[in-house]
């Protein structure tokens, strides 16, 4: 028989926090996809956890892995988990009576809250050119409830409400099988960073909503399955979405938006990051930059 739900939780250097992750899905069916591990995590998940399966593969990055570890379920729902997250008591069980609920919802999102149990805000808006300025010049500081100022972030949705929205923020995410199957899993040029973002986008673009749901609660911790590295592939993820869905002319736009915003930053915070990020994006055209 079928189960209502498989979990999928890809892994890279999890420790410590993959233990948390895998117990508040115990007695799920789990398979856990780990992107070249070196800290141990493999062998505690198989020491640990014996029923929950494990796939090793060369890091193909958060799209790569949750496709892995999907291809290898068998559950009418996904529920992709990140390991830096856990489920909060029947959390899982009530995503899918929501999701039972709304047949013509391709994904369904929790609350996320931060370890302090702070609010985590999951919901966003669509990417447009002004979204990406009020993010990256800082517009949005001026009024973080404001949806004209911060609407990426979607300033106005204070999440405590059942809602369709543009896209979710994807440490915990619900996915009907069926409309992955409609639409394809995730799009492997996106190492990391959007790739959530472009897959919301085609199921809307198909005919199916995203929904935001308040009544389940995921604790995530934030940056832990990435270490807060790979500032540039944020920036080109940016730039392959945009390519993508809007044309490469809205590309090059976006590619000198976020240039400009970097050059600004790196001259009065004078962070390597952002510096970094200068060099990126000024190197070449954004086409040259997704080849």
């Known amino acids: 028989m079928e189960p209502d739900v498989s979990v999928v939780v890809v892994t890279w250097n999890a420790l410590p926090w993959i233990e948390q992750c895998l117990d508040s899905v115990r007695g799920r069916d789990v398979v856990v996809v ?3 591990s070196t800290d141990g995590t493999v062998a505690f998940v198989r020491e640990r956890y014996p029923d929950v399966r494990v796939v090793e593969q060369e890091n193909k990055g958060m799209g790569g892995g949750n496709n892995a570890g999907m291809r290898a379920t068998d559950g009418r729902y996904y529920f992709l988990l990140n390991s830096d997250a856990w489920v909060v ?3 899982l069980d ?3 009576e929501l999701a039972d609920a709304h047949p013509e919802a391709a994904g369904v999102g929790p609350k996320l809250v931060n370890t302090d149990g702070t609010l985590q805000r999951s919901a966003r808006g669509e990417p447009t050119l002004w979204r990406l300025a009020t993010e990256y010049f800082f517009i949005r500081k001026l009024a973080p409830r404001s949806r004209v100022l911060n609407p990426l972030y ?7 409400r ?3 929205v543009d896209w979710l923020y ?3 995410l619900l996915v009907r099988r069926e409309a992955a199957d409609a639409v394809g899993l995730f799009d492997e040029d996106f190492f990391m960073f959007s790739e959530e973002v472009d897959w919301m986008t085609r199921f809307r673009r ?4 995203i929904l935001f749901f308040p009544g389940a609660e995921v604790v995530h911790v934030g940056g832990a399955s990435h270490g807060g590295r790979m500032y540039v592939e944020n920036l080109r993820s940016h730039l392959r979405w945009f390519a993508k869905h809007r044309g490469m002319k809205e590309a090059e736009r976006a590619r000198k938006l976020l240039l400009w915003s970097l050059r600004l930053r790196a001259f009065v915070l004078r962070r390597e990051d952002y510096r970094e990020g200068v060099r990126f994006l000024s190197s ?6 997704l080849e």
């Open 170 to 172: 994807g440490p915990a």
């Open 206 to 209: 198909a005919g199916w909503t």
């Open 34 to 36: 780990d992107n070249g």
């Open 94 to 96: 009530r995503l899918v």
């Open 89 to 91: 008591d029947d959390g």
């Open 284 to 289: 070449g055209k954004a086409r040259s930059l």
């Open 162 to 164: 059942t809602e369709e």
């Open 154 to 160: 979607r300033g106005d949705f204070a999440h405590d």
